[in-house]
């Protein structure tokens, strides 16, 4: 039987990330993530094991971190982070004062959209697309996401309700492993491999 090894890696820190601000995909890495993305490729020595691919969100953050590990990923627009509409570039506290009950039902309804952007549901729906497609292809590829598409991927490979996604922690360049096999998705834990 055929397998995909998938490796999703979170993105390093952007500013956005750091100050809990919607959206900001189109910053690139601030001097701390940078840093900790070239920390991390040294301590693997440029990142080794890529695969037969490599795959970035269109997000700066993204390619800056496959920048970061000597990485030439190929974009892929399933994998761009949520387009949260009126609210990118504003950060959780300002909506918490100005919207509440906006904020509120976003949290809380994976299906809503109340910033005119994309629910979390859509977003799920598209990335898992993506995955349902890399599924038996007997490839090991490399994917550098936002760390809510990588929560959303999670969610979806082991067909979990949707309300979970919120109680998947997904830290800055975070390394999440799953194995596409037949119908399935399963999730590796291990230590990381240091050549």
Do not use: K, N
């Amino acid at each position: 039987m055929t397998a995909t090894s998938l490796r999703l890696v979170a993105h390093a820190h952007t500013t956005a990330l750091r100050r809990a601000r919607f959206g900001g995909s189109g910053d690139g890495l601030d001097e701390g993530g940078l840093r900790a993305a070239l920390a991390q490729a040294q301590a693997r020595r440029s990142f080794p094991g890529v695969g037969d691919a490599c795959v970035s969100s269109p997000a700066v953050a993204a390619t800056d971190t496959a920048d970061a590990f000597g990485l030439l990923p190929t974009i892929e627009a399933a994998l761009a982070d949520c387009d949260y509409g009126d609210w990118t570039g504003r950060s959780v506290e300002e909506i918490a004062v100005e919207q509440p009950q906006a904020l509120h039902e976003w949290m809380s309804e994976p299906e809503s959209a109340p910033h005119g952007g994309e629910s979390v549901a859509a977003v799920r729906d598209r990335v898992g697309r993506w995955l349902d497609g890399q599924r038996g292809a007997d490839r090991r590829i490399t994917a550098i996401a936002h760390p809510l598409v990588i929560r959303v991927a999670v969610v979806h490979a082991l067909d979990l309700p949707l309300t979970t996604y919120r109680q998947v922690d997904v830290e800055p360049l975070a390394i999440v492993r799953l194995t596409g096999r037949g119908a399935r998705w399963h999730l590796r834990l291990g230590a990381p491999r240091v050549a």
